[in-house]
């Protein structure tokens, strides 16, 4: 695979027909606390000092269910003009531009890349029976995934078809939530999706999907200890990972989308929980997404040093100690960075490293943007590069977040 992509290494696309709803609304159970912490509310983790003003999180929050009503192909395209430069208008994001409406590729801190490579993380709603307890209308299983992975694979397949010269390649990694398949039916999505040939762009064919996607919150336990058929099913996934060189992409802020109680997830969620995992897949290849960042746990985010709240920074601290342990472990820049400040505290860190360790944690970090998640906090997905483009990571940093380390992470170097 020798094509020089630029890397948005986590982003979402999906409609509104993909979440699942009543998972939702199931995992808050516990009450009025429960749905506070849920992330759909927490204050920390939606709120800005822009967004807080006037109608501003109203504006905020219709411009992110605008990225969800309307076709994937569709939201394809609106990410490429948005890079483009064919939103900007008076009183909306201003700055630079990065798609070359040459047709030339993409420009970004003056290196010429030929294509954005997008490796849009699928997230499996699927749901059981045992969620629908409670309510009248029972209904059977549902796997919702197949059809968002068929309707991904769809889009993509439009969009390069009516836009030939787009922006775009595309990386998806298919989602799975070993909690609620059978082992059967996990077997059969990794062998139906993921592509275990790096070698090319297969951008025509469903086996696209270039690595896996979990996010515990919605009740997948990493390491289920003292449940056989649970653990059966997640080593059927660790398994053809390590064997295969498959990147796996973890969910690991204490916030976001949740399918069980607040406690729960988060203990699922805890980058500790994977240390049992990569001790037995020590080669595992694993990205946890948004630096494990712990949402009103610390007043601000200018130091990584402990703080009097119990566990503020330990997730963080403890994916750096993994990093330096296993060499597979890697993090990205997803929805976190878009705090600016979260990039100049990052900074400091890295400073107080010594050379050697720096260097080993600036190999291991992605670029993503969370896209379309991440519009709650931002106006726009030429915003989130440009709070990256301002920041003060030198040019060879960026090449590292943007290319080198998601190139090494996806497998193709």
Same mark, same amino acid.
């Given at each position: 695979m020798n094509e020089n992509l630029f890397f948005d290494a986590h982003c979402h696309v999906m409609t509104l027909n993909h979440p699942n709803f009543i998972n939702l609304l199931g995992a808050a159970e516990g009450g009025? #606390?429960?749905?506070?912490?849920?992330?759909?509310? #927490?204050? #920390?983790?939606?709120? !800005?000092?822009?967004?807080k003003k006037g109608l501003k999180l109203v504006y905020s929050v219709m411009n992110t269910l605008g990225a969800f009503e309307q076709p994937m192909d569709k939201t394809f395209w609106m990410m490429d003009q948005d890079l483009r430069g064919c939103f900007l +208008?008076?009183?909306? !994001?201003?700055?630079?531009? %990065?798609?070359?409406?040459?047709?030339?590729? &993409?420009? &970004? +801190?003056?290196?010429?890349?030929?294509k954005v490579g997008l490796a849009l993380q699928l997230m499996d709603f699927s749901q059981n029976q045992e969620e629908y307890r409670n309510v009248y209308y029972r209904r059977a299983q549902l796997e919702r995934i197949n059809d968002y992975a068929l309707e991904t694979v769809s889009a993509i397949r439009k969009y390069h078809r009516m836009h030939p010269d787009g922006l775009f390649e595309f990386f998806p990694f298919i989602g799975v939530n070993t909690a609620v398949h059978s082992s059967r039916f996990i077997r059969s999505l990794l062998e139906k999706y993921v592509n275990v040939d790096r070698t090319e762009v297969c951008s025509g064919d469903r086996r696209l999907f270039r690595g896996v996607k979990v996010y515990p919150p919605l009740g997948m336990d990493p390491w289920p200890?003292?449940? #056989?058929? *649970?653990?059966? @099913?997640?080593?059927?996934? %660790?398994? &053809?990972? *390590?064997? @295969?060189?498959?990147?796996i992409t973890t969910h690991c802020d204490n916030q976001g989308f949740r399918g069980v109680r607040y406690k729960l997830s988060q203990e699922y969620t805890s980058p500790c929980r994977w240390e049992k995992v990569l001790k037995q897949y020590p080669d595992l290849i694993l990205d946890f997404a948004h630096f494990g960042y712990e949402y009103g746990l610390a007043s601000d985010v200018k130091s990584f040093l402990p703080v009097s709240l119990?566990?503020?920074?330990?997730?963080?601290? !403890?994916?750096? +100690?993994?990093?330096?342990?296993?060499?597979?472990v890697y993090t990205d820049l997803s929805y976190t960075g878009c705090m600016p400040e979260f990039y100049s505290s990052l900074i400091a860190f890295l400073k107080r490293q010594s050379p050697a360790d720096r260097q080993l944690i600036l190999q291991r970090i992605m670029f993503g943007s969370d896209f379309s998640v991440n519009l709650m906090k931002v106006q726009s997905y030429l915003e989130f590069y440009h709070i990256l483009d301002d920041s003060d990571f030198t040019n060879a940093e960026v090449?590292? &977040?943007?290319?080198?380390n998601p190139m090494r992470f996806i497998g193709f170097v």
């Amino acid at each position: 695979m020798n094509e020089n992509l630029f890397f948005d290494a986590h982003c979402h696309v999906m409609t509104l027909n993909h979440p699942n709803f009543i998972n939702l609304l199931g995992a808050a159970e516990g009450g009025i #606390s429960d749905i506070i912490n849920s992330g759909v509310l #927490s204050p #920390s983790y939606i709120l !800005t000092d822009e967004n807080k003003k006037g109608l501003k999180l109203v504006y905020s929050v219709m411009n992110t269910l605008g990225a969800f009503e309307q076709p994937m192909d569709k939201t394809f395209w609106m990410m490429d003009q948005d890079l483009r430069g064919c939103f900007l +208008r008076s009183g909306f !994001t201003g700055g630079a531009v %990065y798609g070359l409406n040459d047709g030339k590729g &993409f420009l &970004f +801190r003056g290196r010429r890349y030929d294509k954005v490579g997008l490796a849009l993380q699928l997230m499996d709603f699927s749901q059981n029976q045992e969620e629908y307890r409670n309510v009248y209308y029972r209904r059977a299983q549902l796997e919702r995934i197949n059809d968002y992975a068929l309707e991904t694979v769809s889009a993509i397949r439009k969009y390069h078809r009516m836009h030939p010269d787009g922006l775009f390649e595309f990386f998806p990694f298919i989602g799975v939530n070993t909690a609620v398949h059978s082992s059967r039916f996990i077997r059969s999505l990794l062998e139906k999706y993921v592509n275990v040939d790096r070698t090319e762009v297969c951008s025509g064919d469903r086996r696209l999907f270039r690595g896996v996607k979990v996010y515990p919150p919605l009740g997948m336990d990493p390491w289920p200890e003292g449940d #056989s058929s *649970q653990m059966s @099913k997640v080593r059927i996934l %660790y398994d &053809f990972c *390590q064997e @295969k060189r498959i990147p796996i992409t973890t969910h690991c802020d204490n916030q976001g989308f949740r399918g069980v109680r607040y406690k729960l997830s988060q203990e699922y969620t805890s980058p500790c929980r994977w240390e049992k995992v990569l001790k037995q897949y020590p080669d595992l290849i694993l990205d946890f997404a948004h630096f494990g960042y712990e949402y009103g746990l610390a007043s601000d985010v200018k130091s990584f040093l402990p703080v009097s709240l119990p566990m503020a920074g330990e997730w963080f601290n !403890t994916i750096i +100690r993994l990093m330096k342990e296993y060499p597979g472990v890697y993090t990205d820049l997803s929805y976190t960075g878009c705090m600016p400040e979260f990039y100049s505290s990052l900074i400091a860190f890295l400073k107080r490293q010594s050379p050697a360790d720096r260097q080993l944690i600036l190999q291991r970090i992605m670029f993503g943007s969370d896209f379309s998640v991440n519009l709650m906090k931002v106006q726009s997905y030429l915003e989130f590069y440009h709070i990256l483009d301002d920041s003060d990571f030198t040019n060879a940093e960026v090449e590292g &977040f943007v290319h080198a380390n998601p190139m090494r992470f996806i497998g193709f170097v």
